[in-house]
């Protein structure tokens, strides 16, 4: 079952504008990580919030965590036309789940020059 | 950088073929997953194995068995294909300890 929902489906956007992208998840969770996926292409990985932090950045990219709310969101600012692709929330439960993850459906962001 | 490579990006089978999909990672990484990704309903785990000849389904094996006989070579078999497994089929990897998954690029597979 999907255990991470994104919000919204797509989004569009113009060049240098920021982007905020949501993500619900059901259970609790070790750790949340968001990847980015450029049309018919694989995966990449792009940033990881452990269950005890709240917020983490990396370049544009700032990721924020609500354990309570069960819920994560995605803040890429002055987006660029390369920014566009299709973004994912991934949960991790921890355990003995071998790192296994659990995707959303995704999120769709065009950025237009 | 981990390198993931899959046996084919585009690949058209018929209905009934036992289908093969490979998937090779050069970083000695423990882990490797098998997800297929369909739209509206991102990705799904269908196996992934923790060490060699060891494999666990995920969330959707039926239809589907792996083979894991050499660390770094993990296998998606469609026994019969259908239809229905119409979808792209994307591998990853992760080492022990190591929650970030690495992707390959992705088998887009269609049954005729």
């Known amino acids: 079952s999907q255990q991470g929902e994104e919000d919204p489906q797509a989004l569009s956007i113009q060049e240098g504008e920021n982007a905020t992208m949501n993500c619900s998840y059901k259970t609790s969770i070790n750790n949340l990580q968001w990847y980015r996926q450029n049309s018919g292409r694989g995966l990449v990985h792009l940033i990881l919030?452990?269950?005890?932090?709240r917020e983490k950045h990396s370049g544009r990219l700032r990721v924020t965590l609500d354990t309570s709310k069960k819920s994560s969101s995605l803040l890429i600012t002055a987006s660029r036309a390369a920014d566009t692709a299709s973004y994912f929330c991934?949960?991790?439960?921890?355990?003995?789940?071998?790192?296994?993850?659990?995707f959303g459906q995704g999120t769709i962001l065009t950025v237009h020059p | 950088d981990v390198k993931v490579t899959q046996s084919s990006r585009y690949l058209v089978k018929r209905t009934g073929e036992k289908v093969f999909l490979e998937c090779v990672q050069d970083?000695?990484?423990?882990?490797m997953f098998w997800y297929r990704q369909d739209p509206g309903l991102g990705l799904r785990l269908i196996y992934f194995s923790y060490d060699v000849k060891m494999k666990e389904k995920g969330d959707i094996p039926e239809g589907y068995s792996v083979s894991r006989e050499k660390k770094e070579r993990f296998s998606l078999i469609l026994e019969s294909a259908s239809t229905n497994q119409t979808s792209m089929y994307l591998c990853?990897?992760?080492?022990?300890?190591?929650?970030?998954?690495?992707f390959g690029p992705g088998t887009r597979l269609t049954v005729t």
């Open positions: 991934a949960t991790d439960a921890g355990g003995t789940s071998y790192g296994k993850l659990t």
């Open positions: 919030i452990r269950s005890n932090e």
């Open positions: 990853a990897t992760a080492g022990v300890g190591s929650y970030e998954q690495y």
């Open positions: 970083m000695d990484h423990e882990n």
